[in-house]
């Protein structure tokens, strides 16, 4: 069973800094492109950044501030959040477009989400 696990959630100051970790574990054969989203209380879900091979995404919001990376050796992808805001407080998920086997198809998987809030 594959499973996403992030970690690194917490409470920090505004301005502060936190990382957060997903690490990808189970049996699986390929990782594709993964990403970070984000829900706070009566928002929609949204995408805060997306890295895939050679290229990087941001949302507007976050884009200059948050870095996204991976240590493919680790199955590991990384969100770098610096000079947090208190707009920043959600619920951050972990994603990953992935294959199982090598025949297998991509499928669309999910961590469970690691609390982030941001407050003085």
């Known amino acids: 069973q594959v499973q996403l696990v992030e970690s690194g959630g917490g409470l920090v100051q505004p301005g502060g800094s936190l990382r957060l970790s997903c690490a990808v574990s189970?049996?699986?054969?390929?990782?594709?492109?993964m990403g970070w989203y984000r829900q706070a209380p009566g928002k929609q879900r949204e995408l805060v950044a997306a890295?895939?091979?050679?290229?990087?995404n941001y949302a507007s919001s976050v884009k200059g501030r948050f870095t996204i990376s991976r240590d493919n050796s680790k199955n590991t992808v990384y969100l770098e959040m610096n000079s947090l805001k208190s707009e920043d407080t959600a619920v951050y998920y972990c994603?990953?477009?992935?294959?199982?086997?090598?025949?297998?198809?991509?499928?669309?998987?999910w961590g469970k989400g690691t609390l982030v809030t941001v407050s003085s």
């Open positions: 189970g049996s699986f054969f390929s990782i594709s492109d």
């Open positions: 890295i895939a091979s050679g290229s990087t």
């Open positions: 994603n990953a477009e992935m294959r199982a086997t090598v025949w297998g198809r991509q499928m669309d998987y």
